[in-house]
């Protein structure tokens, strides 16, 4: 087709699309009908398609710009969508007329009325909301009026049944088409649903436990409580409940209800010994209504209170009834701002107001200032003045005067935090809210009770308290065992008291798979009603996004706190991710959901408190962190469970593909109901996915490949016996990944009805694979690297069919489409077990293995589906990589992305016609990332390559961290370098500087300096490994050093070849800053002792699993403090502070391997004195040691360890001597208490002594 035809065409398409769009505006249901608007939606679609058919190719074939192509495009579509829209408008339009003939017209029909009458008002369609109370008459209604009606087709059914139902139970339906074919369905769906006769018995016995107290007698009030009581009690008799056995809790109850003065009547009227009946109790109430109906309407009664003298001469105030002139008739209770039937005060259109609005509106109703009712002023007024200043007006009429913005409340209650961080005495500053109000982050989120069941419990997020706190009343309800902790609080004004017990919890969000354990400390109350008063937002500047996962959905309410998060959870807690609706307010995303902060304006509040607290950093907080739980036992026996579970249940396919069970707890039973719960999830997840195409396309395509690679089935014959589950799903994007940059995860944490989720019933199990840090140890050892990962690991290994009722999903690729429910075969992301059964399939698999290699490559340089492994020749190193990936292939588990350091062993790898990841080839300066690490295969280097990075508008802590924690260094190459950076970041607490307080200019350019720095980091090139090509001898030498900022330890592999040629590299490297509270040098110094003991003896273990052991004289220690030294090899009594850590520097290391080095020989010290960049880059010491390390060992510094005159901090001993006269006998006679006894014995030591000599 060339351009001249394709243009043709479109004009054509054009021409179709403008006479459809002539039609629907020149409609006229006289001289048209709904057939002619069904036949052109129908053939909507193919003019569609023919159009991007048409395009494409002209598109191809036109030389224009992309920008004049693609607006060609554009305007196709936005008059495509205009026409259908008008269409649909149409067929709406006239269905809707319809229904107001259909239905009053049968109606008449079903009743026989004569065809002559007077025309009748047409007949509201039933409306049903998803209320059992309502649900019986709104289908005995809708089947009379559509259901039964033969004449009516099913789709016209359908789309009144949609138009009947609202709110929650239109979710049932409105995902279905509205087709003839799928009437049935959906009506079989909401009877299924609702058809329950025991939930509606429940509904409205709950209804009549939930009737509304009234407080004053009035017709309206009683009228209410009349018709409440018996609309529920006749529809509880409809379903043959036993109302007349029901009379004794029946008269209780309503007399609860009653004001005082009708209770009183009715005892009066009903003066019998004998139990009431009900049907006596709802005459009374009948009675009494038409009586105030008769009195209100005829002369208009009101109660008011008068002073009555009696004969005792005392005033008594009493309710009396007066008649008001018939021409003055009013009706009783009827707000002057809306004139409805409600206080003034209770008015939300006059809460709205402003304050001086307010009062403006009072006076202009001439209304009293102080209570809002009319006839008198404010002087006459009997009730009280307000409760903030005592004057003679309404609280809500109260304005705040500049002199109470400046008082701190004296009432304030002493919140106060400790951590184990705490540093100094700790002050709470408290002050008052303006007339504004300030929201502070509220969220509900669940805690785990006593029998495992989540509870939702309200928190308050506090970056301002250091530790986390919970009521003493919500710890009760919870009912779990606490630990006595007593911890000092310092609060307000230095107030102080004690925590005395610790509650360990599990917290859960309610919507993100999140859960942590948390320690919370128990006080008897932590905060006023948040917010203080109830507030009003616009609700159509939140999105729906944030409308749908709401933190807190009761946020603008006043309502309790039971738990207070601290900074230790604060900001972990946040995304980042904002939208704001005012200036002011602002929604923060959460894993908990999203909060609303900031300040609500004009708003008249009771004066409110917030608080930043620290904590005293007392002897007694050391004491009450001894008294802290110890891990318990629970989890490890649910591991070993986990392990039994999987070695019994897990088996292979014909295949060879494993097959696990899901490891499941007690509480499975539990697991409540969970497909509306999925299903409106789907719903939402459909919204955000019709706002990004991109994003629609991404996951309909992951979804088709579940499909197509048989990881997911259509439930066709569902087992309404077998207990399911709903995973919700939505789409996790990670844009730096080469195959798969979007992947679906599942909910597993979503709660189902009775609040517990799938991971709630689930098993974790253990951790069964070698640490990140051990893995890349081992990983530089080798000669030729070689990494590869497996593809779609969760998803290669299948769950047990019984199992896979756990993991159901809903899904449909468009929603023109019918929603189906489909089960997913394999391991799910996003369920608690699966990282646990995945990674125990994987060293399941190593068992198999033809040879030792192979399987230590697979149950020991796996870190869940990254393979870092090598060998020491090609040859070895092919042999590797075929009895792996054989192995692991005859389980269904192929491995792709192989990478190789060796050019010979790369050209021997066979590439994938299927797949063009397989081998992956790069070019010199191309790297790969491997666990987080930059390495570039050609020249077998790790690199570093950081973002550009742009200083933000306002530079705080928090920034800071985010800066420093973009560079990932596991191995310690940079740790002179960026041990700057921590020191700098530390000492922003010792400055005491807030989490968001911009940084002085001076120390903003100092870390703008620092961070610039950090660009010539993509100039190091750090050698994979640092031994030799062919070495036979290999040492370990370890160097320490400490300064009043911070200590650190370092590595260094010394090896030589058969040549005696000596090489030497640094292995791996650690630091930690010097805490916060002030201590020695020798101390400091020691902790890095400590540090390097525990460094070696990881890197000796990891050694050890490649086969390469070391002798005690082959690991040598440095240290250039001649104390510590000193303290090792001392015999004497040391303070406890040293003597521990001696203890743990000896339990793992011998004193013999212990040496002074020279400061300026010593590595460690570039540590703790910090290096830029570019000196670090250029220091031999750092990357290969000092310049002895590589000569003989004649070299060295001198064994022999400094004497020193006097060994500092060691324990006095007191030498103490005791005598006492004791009385010397020459046989013990005083032993024996009975002669014959003493006899006997002396005999026998007689006879011994005889036989002894002879």
């Not at 439930?715 to 995973?727: A, C, F, P």
């Not at 033809?850 to 020491?872: S, W």
């Not at 020749?873 to 192989?898: G, I, M």
Request: proline share 5%.
């Amino acid at each position: 087709m060339d351009i001249k035809k394709a243009t043709l065409e479109l004009k054509v398409i054009h021409s179709s699309l403008k006479a459809m769009s002539t039609f629907a505006k020149n409609f006229n249901s006289e001289t048209n009908n709904q057939s002619q608007v069904r036949v052109r939606l129908e053939e909507l679609p193919s003019i569609s398609e023919k159009f991007e058919e048409v395009q494409s190719v002209k598109e191809e074939l036109d030389q224009r710009s992309d920008d004049v192509v693609m607006d060609e495009r554009a305007k196709f579509r936005e008059r495509f969508y205009e026409v259908k829209a008008s269409l649909l408008h149409i067929l709406e339009a006239e269905e809707s007329k319809k229904t107001e003939v259909t239905s009053p017209s049968y109606s008449i029909t079903s009743s026989h009325v004569n065809n002559n009458m007077m025309k009748l008002p047409p007949i509201e369609l039933p409306k049903f909301s998803g209320d059992w109370k309502e649900w019986t008459s709104f289908i005995d209604s809708f089947n009379v009026y559509f259901h039964n009606n033969k004449d009516m087709a099913p789709v016209h059914k359908l789309h009144f049944l949609k138009a009947c139902l609202e709110g929650q139970a239109s979710d049932i339906v409105k995902s279905i088409p509205t087709t003839n074919e799928n009437y049935g369905q959906a009506y079989d769906a909401v009877t299924a649903r609702y058809e329950n006769k025991g939930a509606i018995i429940q509904s409205h016995i709950r209804a009549l436990f939930d009737t509304p107290k009234i407080s004053i007698a009035s017709v309206i009030e009683l009228q209410r409580l009349y018709h409440h009581i018996t609309s529920n009690i006749n529809a509880l008799q409809a379903l043959g409940q036993p109302i007349e056995a029901w009379d004794a809790w029946l008269v209780t109850l309503i007399c609860n209800r009653m004001d005082r003065v009708t209770v009183g009547e009715w005892h009066v009227k009903y003066n019998k010994k004998d139990l009431p009946e009900f049907k006596e109790i709802k005459e009374f109430l009948f009675n009494r209504i038409a009586a105030y109906e008769a009195g209100e309407v005829n002369v208009g009664a009101s109660c008011i209170k008068q002073n009555v003298v009696k004969s005792s001469n005392k005033v008594q105030e009493k309710k009396v009834f007066f008649v008001k002139p018939a021409n003055k008739v009013t009706t009783l209770y009827k707000c002057p701002s809306c004139n409805e039937t409600h206080r003034l005060y209770q008015c939300i259109g006059f809460n709205d107001l402003k304050v001086p609005d307010r009062r403006e509106f009072v006076s202009k109703n001439r209304l009293c200032y102080n209570c809002l009712y009319s006839n008198h002023q404010a002087q006459d007024c009997r009730f009280p003045g307000c409760p903030r200043c005592g004057q003679k007006h309404n609280s809500k009429l109260h304005l705040v005067q500049a002199h109470e913005n400046q008082q701190t409340s004296s009432e304030t209650e002493p919140i106060a935090s400790t951590s184990a961080l705490c540093f100094s005495k700790g002050i709470a500053q408290s002050m008052h809210a303006s007339g504004d109000m300030v929201m502070l982050a509220t969220a509900v989120v669940y805690i785990k009770d006593a029998a495992g069941y989540p509870q939702p419990c309200r928190a308050l997020l506090d970056s301002g308290s250091q530790v986390n706190f919970i009521t003493d009343a919500c710890a009760q309800f919870l009912g779990m065992s606490k630990t006595k902790c007593v911890l000092p609080i310092v609060g307000i004004n230095s107030m102080r008291s004690d925590a005395q017990r610790l509650q360990p919890v599990v917290m859960y969000s309610r919507f993100e798979n999140f859960n942590v354990s948390l320690d919370l400390h128990v006080l008897p109350s932590i905060a006023n009603d948040m917010p203080s008063q109830l507030i009003r937002l616009d609700q159509s500047k939140i999105p729906d996004i944030v409308n749908e996962q709401l933190a807190d959905p009761s946020y603008d309410t006043p309502g309790k706190i039971d738990i207070l998060l601290g900074a230790e959870m604060f900001y972990t807690l946040f995304s980042g991710e904002k939208v704001a609706i005012t200036n002011s307010l602002v929604f923060h995303k959460t894993t908990l959901g999203w909060v609303l902060t900031g300040r609500v304006l004009n708003s008249e509040v009771i004066q409110s408190r917030f608080s930043a607290c620290t904590c005293a950093n007392d002897a007694t907080i050391n004491s009450a962190l001894s008294l802290f739980i110890s891990k318990s036992s629970v989890r490890k026996d649910e591991e070993d469970e986990a392990e039994q579970h999987f070695k019994k249940t897990h088996y292979r396919d014909e295949s060879g593909r494993l097959v696990v069970s899901l490891p499941l707890n007690t509480k499975l039973s539990s697991l409540g109901e969970s497909k509306h719960m999925a299903q409106q999830r789907f719903f939402n997840l459909e919204k955000r996915l019709s706002k990004d195409r991109e994003l629609c396309i991404a996951y309909h395509k992951f979804m088709s490949e579940y499909l197509d690679m048989n990881h997911m089935e259509l439930v066709t014959n569902d087992d309404s016996n077998s207990q399911t589950y709903y995973l919700p799903h939505h789409a996790v994007i990670k844009e730096d990944s080469i195959t798969t940059k979007l992947r679906v995860v599942f909910d597993g944490s979503a709660p189902s009805s009775s609040g517990l989720s799938l991971n709630d019933v689930m098993l974790k199990g253990p951790i069964v694979q070698s640490s990140l840090f051990s893995i890349l140890l081992r990983f530089r050892v080798h000669k030729i690297a070689l990494t590869a990962d497996v593809e779609k690991m969760y998803r290669q290994i299948l769950v047990t069919p019984k199992d896979c009722q756990l993991q159901r999903i809903w899904y449909r690729p468009s929603p023109s489409e019918l929603l189906r429910e489909y089960n997913l075969r394999t391991i799910t992301y996003g369920t608690k077990s699966a990282p646990y059964l995945a990674t125990r399939s994987l060293v399941e698999v190593a068992f198999s293995a033809p040879n030792e290699a192979a399987q230590r490559a697979i149950r020991d340089d796996f870190y869940v589906d990254d393979l870092l492994t090598g060998a020491e020749s090609s040859d070895e190193c092919f042999q590797l990589y075929k009895d792996v990936s054989d192995t692991l292939a005859s389980r269904c588990l192929p491995l792709r992305k192989w990478c190789t350091s060796s050019s010979e062993v790369l050209s021997k790898l066979p590439n994938s016609g299927t797949d063009p990841n397989h081998v992956l080839q790069f070019s010199e300066q191309d790297a790969v990332s491997t666990l987080g690490i930059m390495w570039q295969p050609i020249t077998d280097c790790f690199c570093f390559t950081l973002k550009p990075w742009n200083p933000p508008k306002k530079m705080t802590k928090r920034t800071l961290l985010s800066d420093i924690n973009r560079i990932y260094d596991p191995l310690g190459f940079l740790t002179p370098v960026l041990i700057t950076g921590t020191i700098f970041v530390q000492q922003l607490w010792v400055l005491k500087i807030d989490w968001d307080t911009t940084l002085p200019d001076d120390m903003q350019h100092q870390w703008k300096n620092f961070y610039l720095s950090l660009n010539a980091l993509d100039k190091l090139a750090i050698p994979r490994r640092p031994l030799s090509s062919n070495w036979l001898n290999i040492q370990l030498h370890g160097f320490c050093d400490a300064s009043q900022e911070a200590y650190g330890a370092c590595v260094y592999a010394r090896t030589q070849n058969s040549n005696g040629d000596v090489e030497t590299a640094l292995y791996v490297s650690k630091s930690r800053v010097a805490p916060l509270h002030a201590t020695t040098i020798p101390r400091l110094e020691l902790c890095g002792a400590v540090l390097l003991s525990d460094l070696t003896t990881e890197v000796i273990s990891e050694l050890k699993k490649l086969n390469i052991n070391l002798h005690q004289r082959d690991v040598v220690l440095w240290s250039d403090s001649t104390v510590v030294i000193a303290w090792i090899n001392s015999t004497q009594p040391l303070k406890s502070y040293v003597s521990n850590r001696i203890a743990q520097i000896l339990d793992h290391t011998d004193k013999t391997q212990w040496n002074h080095v020279p400061t300026d020989c010593n590595p460690a010290d570039l540590i703790t004195r910090g290096q830029t960049v570019n000196n670090l880059q250029q220091c031999s010491m750092w990357w290969s040691g000092p310049h002895w390390l590589s000569k003989h060992h004649t070299s060295w510094p001198t064994r022999t360890q400094p004497i020193l005159n006097e060994v500092p901090e060691v324990r006095p001993v007191k030498l103490v001597l005791q005598a006492s006269a004791q009385p010397v006998d020459d046989y013990p006679l005083s032993k024996f208490s009975k002669w014959n006894h003493m006899v006997r014995v002396t005999a026998y030591m007689l006879r011994f002594l005889s036989n002894s000599q002879g």
